[in-house]
DNA sequence: CATTTATTCACCCTTATGGTTGAATACATA
DNA sequence: TATGTATTCAACCATAAGGGTGAATAAATG
């Protein structure tokens, strides 16, 4: 359930014109599709295609005024993530502290 | 080429089993592929497969003895990730304080 | 009302992904 | 040396991903 929405926003981050997108959004504030895709070499079909990828991961939001469509990034996801990795490092800081401390009760029974 | 990188990266971590041998890695220490696959319902050469996949991404190492494999969680590629995701929320917040402050002196010229 | 503009939808194509099975390789061991 | 164990390689399959084009839809505008 978290890990299904883990995995939708890690694939989304994976391609690199979808981070190029994340980060113009969160530069820029909320631009339109066609302002977006202008900074690509692809066609606007596509750009539209990673929005679209970005928004079902929760990365993104839409706010549609008439016929322009307002993208804006959203900040929740972003740190879900940041904070999935963060605890993996704990972990592993856990373990090793936790190794380091069995070496040295092994020291002390100086066997 | 860092965005490669950070693709390849994020692409393994976005596989539910893939995240999840990671954390067995990294709460576990190094685990032998056998080992690894015990904990999956599919079958061990997926597993591998998975392995291979975490391995290119460099979120693994594997250290061969015999022919038993080691396979071990590598901390820098968690580190890397978790600071791009860090630098979005930064560029983030900077945009924020400085419409911040601009709504601030719009209103200094109180008209 | 006709036209232009903004965007998506529907297909198509090629390549990647995640899974399978069966064979090959590398190493221990009886 | 024959056999079993640990692991990968190779081929296959179904589905997803990332790109393209052309048509459809929605909304401004002349």
Redesign the interface.
């Known amino acids: 359930m978290d890990?299904?929405f883990?995995?939708r926003i890690?694939?989304a981050?994976?391609?690199?014109t979808r981070?190029r997108i994340?980060?113009l959004l969160?530069?820029?504030?909320a631009l339109r599709v066609t302002a977006l895709a202008a900074h690509f070499d692809m066609s606007l079909n596509s750009v539209s295609k990673h929005i679209k990828v970005l928004e079902e991961a929760g990365l993104v939001t839409r706010r549609t005024l008439g016929r322009e469509h307002f993208i804006a990034?959203e900040?929740e996801p972003?740190?879900l993530?940041?904070s999935?990795?963060?605890q993996?490092?704990s972990?592993?800081e856990l373990?090793l502290s936790a190794?380091e401390h069995a070496l040295v009760s092994e020291g002390d029974r100086h066997d």
Do not use: N, P, Y
């Open positions: 890990e299904e883990l995995s890690l694939k981050a994976g391609d690199t981070r994340l980060t969160v530069q820029e504030g990034a900040l972003l740190k993530t940041e999935w990795f963060g993996l490092k972990i592993w373990r190794l």
